[in-house]
């Protein structure tokens, strides 16, 4: 051992066991305070670590526990306990490895034990940065394709810098950002915790890099459902872009829309909350149909409208019913749906009935079906087109149910229109709904799906491809209500997944959806809205680090949050959590933490918070950098408002539409 080690010897290994060591500190030690030969050093907090040189390493063990003894002169009769003789020991458990030489790396595990009276020495920064693997906070950066870097001398972050540590005085926490940013990354905590101001305070940390080279390349699409965050980042660097989009349900300019046409069936089985067995079905031949509504697809249209009607009918004629109910059922048919071949006027001729019969009903046989000669309208080999995304106006939809409905008739299913009723009222609601005039679009308007994503990926259109306009892009949702928050956040997700599983290389443009309170939108069980909204971000949380796409999940409920999602997180950031269900999620999906750790999850201040993960080799307890600006998360200072002179004006401004609630369904 060095002379160096020497002077920061603090006492002996009594104690040795698999799971646990005992130190006895140096006698004559005061309050376990150690005047080292660098500083003077506290070693009794819970969590700190302790040196035990080992042959040509040491054993990193973390202290658990401190305890006092009176020495032999005891009390001294005044019932004082004798500070100075007293012996005093540190329970500590081993951790982890690390090598004498600076250049090794910290290892988890034990496999070389100390022996007794081996000395234990308290922990150097330098030490610490090895363990926690933060010792270079910057690298040289890199140039495009194999390009010279310019400026040459440019740096990128390795190391983040997050907070300062509670137990380590003056040492900053940090964490790696490849190991951080590389997976999805869980922010939990109580409300009011501080969870948004550490959200806030990382980003503003990254992007706030002092020199030339900022995280131009990164991609943060922020779901903001309390419209917190746009104060927060006001005031980054101005080559950093940040972008505020506001979704308030409403189809006015500058406002956030969605084209009714980008949702895929299941999302539009979740808008209309259609069943599985009879509605489904119905709405997938709809979604179909309804794409040959547009301006191209006339003669297409006309086509399949032609073989429904003529299905239908001949389906009637050949019912056992009387002529009178079939012309009745004909004749209402044809008010509703009628085409220039197929109408009432033109099979008047056939269907109108005589003296109680239908003398002509072999002639709209002929017509409908065909027979000697005559096509008819009905094609046995006709396939219903497929729902695949194109453009069509929102009404046209419900004629398409109508069709699709009608369709089912004309195969004997009498009773689907009931069964669709509910599906279908929604759909008449959703037509009429101010809260969803973002999604109904006209398709001569229509936009392309890849200039869409452009601009909410933060895109611009540049010579052969595009450049970044905006590392941050933030959806602010805090106008709506949870049923929109869950169709449109899955949406969005659906299509940036849809488009990094298609690009050509793969995970070159990593992207990261900020959930915020994401136990509304993706719950371990289905909203009374949603017949499965959450199943997007699992597949996500499952699939995403490959494409490049990466979830940051706050939420103040872990137990209501989706299992799969918060397993598949390998980063954690949690704040004070008191509620029982809570801590016993957290224990659930992190047994690789003791206990000893978890039992300060508790107790935590206020902008304080426990960090573990891939992205730092051990638990530890921090100080959150302070965000500034702050986010608009600020607590309610409720003596400054309630107590002040008579006739002070209300702070609270009401528009004239503050008290419209959308309807319950």
């Excluded at 004498?100 to 100390?114: D, E, M, N």
């Excluded at 969005?492 to 915020?516: G, S, T, Y």
């Amino acid at each position: 051992m060095s002379s160096d080690d020497r002077k920061r010897a603090i006492g002996k290994v009594t104690s040795v066991a698999a799971d646990r060591f005992v130190i006895e500190m140096h006698s004559g030690t005061d309050n376990f305070t150690v005047v080292g030969f660098d500083d003077i050093h506290y070693v009794a907090r819970l969590g700190s670590f302790l040196m035990i040189p080992a042959q040509s390493e040491y054993v990193v063990a973390e202290v658990v526990g401190l305890r006092e003894r009176d020495g032999p002169g005891g009390s001294g009769g005044n019932g004082q306990l004798d500070k100075a003789s007293s012996a005093k020991f540190l329970d500590v458990v081993p951790v982890g490895m690390l090598p004498l030489q600076g250049g090794g790396k910290f290892r988890f595990g034990v496999s070389i034990f100390p022996s007794l009276f081996a000395d234990a020495l308290y922990a150097l920064d330098t030490e610490l940065d090895r363990i926690f693997d933060t010792d270079a906070a910057f690298v040289p950066s890199i140039g495009h394709a194999g390009a010279a870097c310019v400026p040459v001398e440019a740096t990128r972050f390795r190391n983040l810098g997050i907070g300062q540590s509670v137990i380590f005085e003056d040492y900053q926490v940090k964490v790696r950002i490849d190991d951080f940013f590389g997976g999805h990354v869980a922010v939990l905590g109580n409300t009011g915790s501080g969870k948004s101001c550490t959200v806030a305070s990382v980003l503003q940390a990254l992007f706030e890099k002092p020199d030339e080279h900022h995280a131009r390349g990164a991609t943060f699409v922020v779901l903001d459902v309390n419209g917190e965050y746009h104060t927060a980042f006001s005031k980054l660097p101005a080559d950093i872009g940040v972008e505020r989009v506001i979704l308030d349900g409403s189809a006015g300019s500058g406002k956030f829309r969605v084209p009714h046409w980008f949702l895929d069936l299941s999302e539009w089985e979740l808008l209309l909350q259609a069943s599985e067995r009879t509605q489904l079905p119905i709405l997938r031949m709809a979604l179909g149909l309804a794409t040959l509504f547009g301006q191209n697809s006339g003669a297409q249209l006309n086509t399949f409208r032609n073989h429904i009607l003529a299905t239908c009918i001949t389906q009637i004629l050949g019912d056992e019913n009387q002529p009178g109910a079939k012309e009745t059922r004909i004749r209402g048919i044809l008010q509703r749906f009628r085409t220039q071949e197929i109408n009432a006027a033109k099979l008047s001729q056939w269907i109108t009935v005589s003296y109680g019969n239908m003398p002509n009903l072999q002639g709209a046989y002929t017509y409908l079906a065909g027979a000697d000669g005559v096509s008819g309208f009905i094609d046995p080999d006709l396939k219903f087109p497929d729902y695949d995304g194109t453009p069509f106006d929102f009404p046209a939809l419900g004629d398409a149910i109508d069709l699709a409905l009608l369709y089912q008739e004309a195969h004997g299913n009498r009773q689907i229109r009931d069964y669709c009723s509910q599906m279908v009222t929604r759909f008449k609601a959703l037509e009429e709904r101010a809260d969803y005039a973002f999604l109904r679009h006209d398709a001569a308007s229509a936009s392309e799906p890849a200039a869409f994503l452009a601009s909410l990926l933060g895109l611009k259109a540049a010579a052969g491809g595009h450049t970044k306009a905006a590392q941050i892009v933030i959806i602010d949702m805090n106008a709506v209500e949870d049923e929109v928050v869950e169709l449109v956040s899955a949406v969005l997700a659906r299509m940036i997944f849809r488009l990094l599983r298609q690009a050509d290389p793969r995970n070159r443009f990593p992207v990261h959806l900020l959930l915020e309170e994401a136990h509304r939108y993706v719950a371990s069980t289905p909203s009374r809205y949603a017949m499965d909204a959450g199943r997007i971000f699992e597949r996500i949380a499952k699939e995403g680090r490959k494409y490049g796409l990466f979830l940051l999940v706050a939420s103040q409920r872990p137990s209501e949050l989706s299992k799969t999602v918060l397993s598949q997180c390998s980063n954690f950031v949690v704040h004070r959590i008191q509620n029982p269900d809570d801590l016993s999620q957290i224990r659930q999906m992190t047994p690789f933490i003791s206990d000893s750790v978890l039992r300060r999850l508790p107790s935590l201040p206020k902008q304080h918070a426990l960090v573990f993960g891939n992205s730092v080799n051990l638990p530890t307890t921090f100080k959150v950098r302070r965000a500034a600006p702050l986010p608009a998360s600020d607590d309610a200072k409720i003596v400054d408002l309630w107590f002040h002179e008579a006739g002070r004006p209300s702070l609270l401004k009401l528009s004239p539409a503050a008290g419209d609630l959308p309807d319950e369904d």
